[in-house]
């Protein structure tokens, strides 16, 4: 079963947003959002209406369909949505395998990991490639000892030192015990 809801801005009380999902969570969920999503609810906030519950997907789809076509996109200036499709494109479940084939062409074509490998010349970047912005200056010998201080005393459970060996093999074929 499916539903369709619609996010409202806390400031206006406007309907900026219609989306569809399965479980109750996608509806408050702030992540896999667009960028014009996450900008507005980062400064405005959002409440959640469900229009209608209990549908099938493919009757889900249909109505937002209907509903974007009705309040309109902002992006295509026809209104005050900032869903950057039409509508019934959701993702339900796993990827099919044809996909996943498809994206494992991608990912390890040579081109790809050149391209990547360019991109990250000359630089270091952090989580999800941001430029990390102590690149290229040294830590102080006091930062060293309170970052060593820290980590003192916390041993790591037996599924984690698992999870890094299997991590560190995939990696580099082979780990170091020492």
């Known amino acids: 079963?499916?539903?369709?809801?619609?996010?409202?801005?806390?400031?206006?009380?406007?309907?900026?947003?219609?989306?569809?999902?399965?479980?109750?969570?996608?509806?408050?969920?702030?992540?896999?959002?667009?960028?014009?999503?996450?900008?507005?609810?980062?400064?405005v906030?959002?409440?959640?209406?469900?229009?209608?519950?209990?549908?099938?997907?493919?009757?889900?789809?249909?109505l937002e369909i209907k509903l974007i076509k009705e309040y309109g996109r902002a992006d295509m200036k026809e209104g005050c949505l900032v869903n950057m499709t039409n509508g019934g494109d959701g993702f339900i479940g796993e990827h099919s395998e044809e996909t996943k084939n498809k994206l494992r062409e991608i990912y390890d074509s040579p081109e790809y990991r050149k391209k990547l490998s360019e991109l990250k010349k000359g630089k270091s970047t952090g989580r999800f490639g941001k430029l990390n912005p102590q690149y290229g200056i040294p830590m102080t010998d006091e930062q060293k000892q309170k970052i060593s201080a820290s980590k003192k005393g916390k041993p790591l459970s037996d599924e984690h030192k698992k999870s890094l060996s299997e991590s560190l093999k995939k990696r580099f074929g082979k780990v170091n015990k020492n």
């Open 1 to 43: 079963m499916a539903y369709v809801y619609k996010h409202i801005r806390k400031d206006t009380n406007e309907v900026f947003y219609i989306g569809i999902g399965k479980t109750k969570r996608r509806a408050t969920d702030k992540n896999n959002r667009n960028n014009r999503w996450t900008k507005l609810v980062n400064k």
């Open 45 to 62: 906030g959002f409440d959640v209406e469900i229009i209608k519950d209990g549908l099938s997907w493919e009757d889900a789809c249909k």
